[in-house]
C-alpha cells in the first residue's frame, strides 16, 4: 500500500464529497486548506466527451505511456508488464480512478490508449474513469458511466504501450501519486488530502450559503453596486 494511500476513508465521506462539483470542491479546499490555492487541480483544459456524467471520487492508479515509439520490449515482456499493470489496477482500496501520463511531450495524444477495450477493461477491474493527458478514440463505444477527461480525441493506437506505474505523474498541471484521493467531472480534477477530505462537504456547503445573498442581488431588478457591495461584505467574499 501506498504512502498516500494510509488512512483510508469510510464510505460516507466518498459519497458526501461526490455531491459537488469539482469547482464546489475547488472553493472547499480554499476555506479549509488556503495554503492549498495554488495547487494540486488540473490547470490545463481537458476534453470531456460525457458532461452529463455525475461527479467522480476514487484512489489514483497511476501509469505513464508514450506512443510514438515501439516499446523496445520482447513481445512476451511487454505483455507481462501490461498485465502487471492491469493486476495494479485492480488492487488495492476502491473505488479507483486511472491518471495517466503520455510522456511524449509535444507529441502527446498521438496514439490514444483508451477506447472501447481499456474503458470497459478498466471499468471491469473497478476504476470509475480515466483522467490523462494522452488521447481516447471509440467514444459512441465507450464503457456506459465510466468518466473521461483527456487531452485529445485521436483515431489511432500508435505504438501505444504501458511505461510504468504506481509512481508520481503529472496530468494537465496536476501532481498526481498512487492512492491519491481524486475528485474529477467535466470541469477538471482535484486531489484531496486524505487528512482534509472529511471537512470538505461542510466547507463546501458553506461556500453555497455565501453565493446565495449574491445571486439574490445579481438577479434582482433593483441591482445596485452598493446592494451587492453589502452583500459581498456579509459573505465574506470582500472585507
Given at each position: ?11 460516507a465521506v ?14 472547499a479546499m ?37 506512443a ?46 483508451w477506447?472501447?477495450?481499456?474503458s ?27 468518466q ?7 483515431p ?8 510504468g ?8 498541471g ?28 461542510a ?5 453555497g450559503?455565501r ?29
Open positions: 500500500m501506498s504512502q498516500s494511500e494510509t488512512g483510508l476513508l469510510p464510505a466518498l459519497e458526501a464529497l461526490a455531491r459537488y462539483d469539482t469547482p464546489t470542491i475547488c472553493n480554499e476555506i479549509v486548506a488556503p495554503e492549498r490555492r495554488a495547487i494540486g487541480f488540473t490547470t490545463r483544459p481537458l476534453i470531456c466527451p460525457f458532461p452529463q456524467l455525475p461527479p467522480i471520487v476514487g484512489y489514483a492508479r497511476t501509469a505513464t505511456i508514450r510514438t515509439v515501439a516499446s523496445g520490449l520482447p513481445a512476451t515482456e511487454q505483455q507481462a508488464r501490461r498485465m502487471a499493470y492491469y493486476e495494479y489496477v485492480g488492487s488495492g482500496q476502491g473505488p479507483r480512478i486511472s491518471v495517466i501520463q503520455d510522456i511524449d511531450g509535444p507529441d502527446a495524444g498521438f496514439g490514444a490508449f477506447g472501447e477495450v481499456n470497459a477493461v478498466h471499468q471491469a477491474l473497478g476504476c470509475l474513469g480515466v483522467i490523462t493527458d494522452g488521447s481516447i478514440r471509440d467514444i459512441p463505444q465507450w464503457a456506459p458511466g465510466f473521461a477527461l483527456a487531452g485529445s480525441i485521436a489511432s493506437h500508435g505504438h501505444v504501450h504501458v511505461t506505474f504506481a509512481a508520481e505523474i503529472r496530468v494537465a496536476m501532481t498526481v501519486r498512487d492512492g491519491d484521493l481524486i475528485h474529477a467531472d467535466s470541469h477538471g480534477a482535484i486531489v484531496i488530502p486524505h487528512h482534509l477530505a472529511d471537512k470538505l462537504p466547507a463546501a456547503d458553506l461556500c450559503r453565493e446565495v445573498p449574491i445571486l439574490a442581488i445579481a438577479r434582482d431588478p433593483s441591482f445596485s453596486l452598493q446592494r451587492l457591495r453589502e452583500a459581498l461584505i456579509r459573505s465574506g467574499e470582500i472585507h
